[in-house]
């Protein structure tokens, strides 16, 4: 079991940026983690974000926010980050990491983790 932690949500203007942090607490070694962000609006389902291999050196983007957010991972510091520029009031949302280590590849399913955080309140105001 992996216990995550979220952090750097806020109140931002459109147009701005803020960036998120997961900070993951686990015996096993957190590179062996496939890592999502999601989101939930208001009376949403919550939705895949974006995702980052074991080794950060692949990532997969919604298109909603292909070219403003950035995913990226650092597994010295159990850390999986999310960057998001050019920030619209349709992101506001609470905002998830996932972890499973047992996935082969990446997924943009909710359904395939196990493991959340608490979430982060992200509000863009117009």
């Known amino acids: 079991q992996v216990q995550l932690v979220e952090s750097g949500g806020g109140l931002v203007q459109a147009g701005g940026s803020l960036r998120l942090s997961c900070a993951a607490s686990?015996?096993?070694?957190?590179?062996?983690?496939?890592l999502d962000w999601l989101r939930q609006a208001p009376g949403k389902e919550r939705e895949f974000v974006a995702a980052?291999?074991?080794?950060?050196?692949?990532?997969d983007y919604s298109d909603s926010v292909k070219g403003r957010f950035t995913i990226s991972r650092d597994n010295s510091k159990n850390t999986v980050y999310l960057q998001m520029n050019s920030l619209k009031p349709e992101d506001t949302a609470v905002y998830y990491c996932a972890a499973n280590p047992y996935i082969a590849t990446m997924s943009r399913r909710a359904s395939h983790f196990a493991s959340w955080g608490q979430g982060t309140q992200v509000t863009v105001s117009s």
């Open positions: 980052i291999s074991r080794s950060g050196d692949t990532t």
């Open positions: 686990s015996e096993r070694t957190f590179s062996s983690y496939i």
